[in-house]
């Protein structure tokens, strides 16, 4: 018969518990022995500080953003637009997945933008707006397009949704007019990062108060972060977000924008590869002519037509 010591405890089996036995104190022994050769060891991450917030006054925060946008007179930029999927540019995804894109702007109101398809670079769009109009070439559809910059319709075609003006708001940040507008400051933070922004109020003669902008400015830095602007009854009309600024022969500007306009499930994200600021440019560089052949498309109307737009 065999006997088994647990310690001090002597065990002597009967012959029918002795397989049972056997198991377990085999069991016993292998949890002993593993237990002395693993040892765990939990590695915890080291948490990331935030950057040390600024400190700024309302008027140094008035004078930041009134010379970010008093520094930019012209653009000229090569940029790479990315739209996003399920919005009104998902028929540019289908066909291109990405656009090269051609920026020109001149305050107030000027701008051009000429997007190109990957590889072939062959001109998908060629639009213009001088701030009151817009014209827009989509030489794929052979379609011509000219409408008001406040006509707010959304096309059933992607490409007859885009507009420049939006684009020309979402860059170029409006200075603020302290004679005009009213404004308060509050603090606000989203995860590590914190935020002033800068809530700018109009009020028309006899009116009330109506809500034009907000500016988040990031306080790491003092750059402008983030950009709401808002419209009648408080429309919520763009968002834009703004990072990787570098400077640009003396300009501080970002070279990643993103773009939101939630009423027309409008996205777009553009990425600054080139950019030349001050630059003088011609008049002509913002002229765009009905190709000959091209549908004309009153976009608000029902006229349609040739002649318009020689």
């Known amino acids: 018969m065999l ?41 915890v991450a080291p948490s990331v500080a935030p950057p040390p917030a600024r400190e700024a006054s309302p008027t140094d925060l008035v004078a930041r953003v009134n010379a970010q946008s008093n520094a930019i007179q012209t653009l000229v930029a090569t940029v ?54 817009f014209r827009l070439s989509i030489p794929p559809k052979q379609k011509f397009l000219v409408g008001k910059n406040d006509l707010r319709r959304v096309a059933k075609n992607s490409l007859e949704n885009l507009r420049p003006q ?27 990062r914190r935020y002033y922004v800068v809530t700018l109020l109009e009020l028309p003669e006899g009116g009330e108060l109506v809500l034009k902008r907000k500016v988040w400015i990031d306080r790491s830095d003092l750059n402008v972060a983030r950009l709401q602007l808002y419209g009648p009854q408080g429309a919520y009309l763009e968002d834009v977000l703004y ?12 070279t990643r924008i993103e773009i939101a306009r939630p009423a027309e499930d409008y996205r777009l994200a553009l990425t600054i590869e080139k950019a030349t600021f001050n630059q003088p440019l011609a008049p002509d560089k913002f002229v765009l002519n009905k190709p000959e052949g091209a549908e004309l498309v009153e976009v608000g109307g029902d006229a349609k037509g040739d002649s318009h737009g020689q």
């Open 166 to 192: 939006h684009i020309l708001e979402a860059l170029l940040v409006p200075a603020i007019d302290t004679g005009s507008e009213k404004y308060f400051i509050e603090e606000a933070a989203e995860g590590a």
């Open 80 to 133: 790479d637009m990315e739209p996003t999927a399920g919005s009104v540019y998902s028929g540019v995804i289908k066909e291109y997945r990405d656009v090269r894109g051609f920026v020109l702007l001149e305050k107030p109101a000027m701008i051009r933008i000429v997007g190109q398809a990957p590889i072939v670079r062959t001109t998908i769009f060629d639009m213009v707006s001088d701030g009151r109009e």
């Open 243 to 254: 990072s990787g600024y570098q400077d640009f022969q003396g300009v501080n500007y970002p």
């Open 3 to 43: 006997n088994w010591k647990v310690g001090s405890l002597q065990i002597t089996p009967s012959p029918t518990r002795t397989p049972v036995l056997h198991s377990l104190l085999t069991l016993v022994f292998l949890l002993a022995t593993v237990s002395c050769a693993v040892k765990r060891t939990t590695r």
